[in-house]
């Protein structure tokens, strides 16, 4: 057990429809990650937050929002949704914002049909 | 488990063998680099990391190499065992950008 919790772990919705997956850290990290695999493009960085705040930003969509709230859990929204947007999303959390080793979760399996 | 669909290079081993695992990566300012290992169904698990100013660390059955000249780094995964099965990642990370990229991974079957 890593000590990311990550809820729901299976997600089936529709096309057009809009969910929200949320990312407990381990206790102590700052900094929380969230990662899309899909079958073709392995593992691809969404975003980051460090304590509260966007640190750093990577192939997101503009369908797709992320925040960090005050207890340190985060929220990854995804609207509009496409069937393309079947993936697993990872969380991951770490003390510092690019120092160690990163804890990812068990994952969301999203099904958008 | 779903992390296993991908359609990835696959290295069969056969049990007690070392295995030798290849990651070239993207850029050359990258200072740290990570092996992570995904079992089916699970997240990636953290195997072993190094500096860009080390060309080796050790740990336990696991060696990362870093050749920085050719932008290359390996993991040996000595006298594997049917657990050693997983797909596994190589990482990079620049430091001031704040985040890890990861390769292609590569799916390790080990042959009892």
């Given at each position: 057990d890593s000590g990311v919790t990550q809820t729901p772990k299976h997600l089936i919705t529709a096309t057009g429809q809009r969910v929200t997956l949320r990312c407990s850290p381990r206790s102590g990290d700052l900094s929380v990650y969230w990662y899309q695999q899909s079958l073709d493009q392995g593992l691809q960085f969404l975003i980051q937050y460090y304590n509260g705040e966007e640190r750093a930003k990577g192939?997101?969509?503009?369908r797709f929002s992320a925040q960090q709230f005050p207890d340190l859990h985060s929220e990854l929204n995804l609207s509009s949704?496409?069937?393309?947007?079947?993936a697993l999303y990872f969380c991951a959390s770490s003390v510092a914002p690019a120092e160690g080793e990163a804890f990812f979760g068990q994952g969301t399996r999203l099904t958008v049909v | 488990g779903e992390s296993v669909g991908l359609h990835l290079p696959t290295l069969s081993v056969q049990e007690g063998d070392n295995s030798i695992i290849n990651c070239a990566y993207s850029n050359?300012?990258?200072d740290y680099f990570i092996w992570y290992k995904q079992e089916s169904g699970k997240g990636p698990q953290f195997i072993i990391d190094i500096r860009s100013n080390m060309d080796k660390r050790q740990g336990q059955r696991v060696t990362v190499l870093l050749n920085k000249t050719v932008k290359h780094l390996s993991l040996q995964i000595a006298?594997?065992?049917?657990?050693?099965s997983a797909v596994y990642f190589c990482a990079e990370n620049l430091t001031a950008g704040n985040k890890l990229t990861f390769g292609g991974g590569t799916r390790v079957l080990v042959k009892p």
């Open positions: 192939n997101i969509l503009e949704l496409e069937l393309g947007d079947s | 050359s300012a990258s006298a594997t065992q049917p657990g050693d």
